[in-house]
């Protein structure tokens, strides 16, 4: 379980906490909670998530187990410098999201002695690294990883395995549009859907 640094120094630095998986892994569960405690400890919280992510609520960040805290929507990562005025703690949601500008705010942010704490898929729906998370878990000094459960192995899940036949890099959705898979059920199903695919367009053709 990850604690939270309580070192004091002088010269105060902040310090970068990643939480990474797939979806429905508890990233955001994981966000909120440390959020919460920051929030109890009576420290001033600011929470940002990407204005584009309104699959719950329009301003709060809500986890798949319906947890909520209030957040601020911001359209780009430049808002949350120009809004992180005057805190101690800062948590974003849904990194993947922002643009590559996020890793200089956030390491800026640290910089200034606070604390910042980022949540986001580490992997897109083809299973590559997803947008600036790569290089927020290389600047971050504590990385949690968390797993879903493979809904057809039930073994850990790492991939986040798109259903829908939509090749955009972002698609919002739920368990209607995704589900968590294990390495080796995520590639039987990559092939399945290109089985399907290939079927598909022999038919188209005729």
Same mark, same amino acid.
């Given at each position: 379980?990850?604690?939270?640094?309580?070192?004091?120094?002088?010269? +105060?630095?902040?310090?970068?906490? %990643?939480?990474?998986?797939?979806?429905?892994?508890?990233?955001?569960?994981?966000?909120?909670?440390?959020?919460?405690?920051? *929030?109890?400890? +009576?420290? +001033?919280? @600011?929470?940002?998530?990407?204005?584009?992510? %309104?699959?719950?609520?329009?301003? &709060?960040?809500?986890?798949?187990?319906?947890?909520?805290?209030?957040?601020?929507?911001?359209?780009?990562?430049?808002?949350?410098?120009?809004?992180?005025?005057?805190?101690?703690?800062?948590?974003?949601? @849904?990194? *993947? /999201? /922002?643009?590559?500008?996020?890793?200089?705010?956030?390491?800026?942010?640290?910089?200034?002695?606070?604390?910042?704490?980022?949540?986001?898929?580490?992997?897109?729906?083809?299973?590559?690294?997803?947008?600036?998370?790569?290089?927020?878990?290389?600047?971050?000094?504590?990385?949690? &990883? %968390?797993?879903?459960?493979?809904?057809?192995?039930?073994?850990?899940?790492?991939?986040?395995?798109?259903?829908?036949?939509?090749?955009?890099?972002?698609?919002?959705? @739920?368990?209607?549009?995704?589900?968590?898979?294990?390495?080796?059920?995520?590639?039987?199903?990559?092939?399945? *859907?290109?089985? @399907? &695919?290939?079927?598909?367009? +022999?038919? &188209?053709?005729?």
């Amino acid at each position: 379980m990850f604690l939270e640094n309580n070192i004091t120094t002088e010269k +105060k630095f902040g310090w970068i906490e %990643v939480v990474c998986g797939s979806m429905f892994s508890g990233k955001t569960e994981e966000l909120i909670r440390r959020l919460k405690r920051a *929030q109890f400890a +009576k420290q +001033k919280v @600011e929470i940002f998530k990407p204005s584009i992510d %309104v699959r719950y609520d329009d301003e &709060k960040v809500v986890s798949h187990d319906a947890n909520e805290i209030r957040s601020t929507p911001v359209p780009s990562s430049e808002h949350i410098r120009l809004l992180a005025d005057d805190v101690e703690v800062v948590g974003i949601d @849904e990194a *993947q /999201f /922002f643009d590559e500008g996020i890793v200089k705010v956030c390491n800026d942010l640290a910089n200034n002695g606070i604390r910042v704490i980022v949540a986001g898929l580490d992997m897109d729906f083809k299973g590559n690294p997803f947008g600036p998370m790569p290089a927020l878990m290389a600047t971050a000094e504590y990385v949690t &990883k %968390v797993h879903a459960v493979c809904t057809r192995t039930g073994n850990l899940a790492h991939y986040s395995f798109r259903k829908i036949q939509n090749d955009a890099l972002v698609v919002l959705g @739920e368990v209607e549009e995704y589900e968590p898979l294990s390495r080796a059920a995520y590639y039987n199903a990559i092939r399945e *859907q290109e089985a @399907e &695919k290939t079927i598909e367009n +022999k038919y &188209k053709d005729r």
